[in-house]
């Protein structure tokens, strides 16, 4: 529930209020502070975000102002448009994206680098590094299984589907022997670690980002670094452990 008012634009506490007007229908700010156990005032920024969210509608009985939540149902159309508006902008994007690439400053050696925590975010991230075309990267196959099995061979299966090429460190263990059975060829080349070899982390090497992948007791997190000098010089690094190793 949830995620499914996160992709709406709400949190928790406005998903709580929603809910509770569901089963009180159409009701004074007043009644509705009462029930969902928040100041007035507080009550009042949660239904103006609701209403500019277009969850819920207003009307006016004998001079007092009535809110009410939208029919469940209603909840599908306001996805639907949302899935309008995004493919509109996704085309405006796709017009303008050269105007927009050329204003970029080429000559800029100031790294972005943005932070990922959580699985959700983990596997967002695999997504965008299985747009590359290829990539280089070392990483412990027991460590992966155990927090984001979804991608333990998912990642090999989209390789090999798009035909991509993948240059692969792996950490020794039994996960490793089968990932390797499975996917070794000669566009997805692995190479297994001795067992003394071993790291609580990965490394993704893509053309221009890097992608280091921790793996807490808790909760997964990784750190993306965008910038084509620093990939090069890691990729220059990794090509020559290859050629060594």
């Known amino acids: 529930m949830k995620n499914l008012f996160q992709n709406l634009g709400a949190n928790e506490k406005d998903m709580h209020v929603f809910l ?3 089963e009180l229908g159409a009701q004074p700010v007043s009644v509705i502070a009462k029930h969902v156990g928040l100041p007035r005032s507080s009550t009042y920024v949660i239904l103006e975000k609701l209403k500019n969210l277009n969850l819920t509608e207003e009307f006016e009985r004998r001079g007092i102002t009535y809110v009410k939540c939208i029919p469940a149902r209603s909840l599908a159309d306001l996805f639907k448009t949302k899935e309008r508006k995004l493919e509109q902008s996704f085309q405006i994007l796709e017009e303008k994206l050269p ?3 050329a204003l ?3 000559l800029s050696i100031t790294p972005q680098v943005r932070f990922l925590e959580g699985k959700e975010a983990i596997m967002k991230m695999y997504e965008e590094v ?3 075309p290829g990539f280089c990267a070392a990483f412990n196959p027991e ?3 155990e927090a984001i099995p979804e991608y333990i061979f998912k990642i090999g299966e989209v390789l090999q589907e798009k035909k991509g090429w993948a240059r692969e460190f792996v950490v020794g263990s039994k996960t490793a ?3 390797k059975k499975r996917f ?6 692995i190479k297994i670690l001795p067992r003394k070899v071993t790291f609580p982390s990965d490394t993704i090497i893509c053309s221009n980002t890097i992608y280091m992948v921790s793996y807490g007791d808790k909760e997964v997190c990784a750190t993306e670094i965008v910038n084509c000098s620093l990939a090069q010089t890691q990729q220059a690094f990794f090509e020559m452990m290859w050629e060594k190793f």
């Open 99 to 101: 105007e927009l690439e």
């Open 184 to 189: 070794n060829s000669t566009k997805h080349q």
């Open 177 to 179: 022997e089968e990932y």
């Open 143 to 145: 460590l992966m299984k």
């Open 130 to 132: 299985l747009k590359n």
């Open 104 to 106: 970029e400053n080429k």
């Open 20 to 22: 509770k007007m569901l």
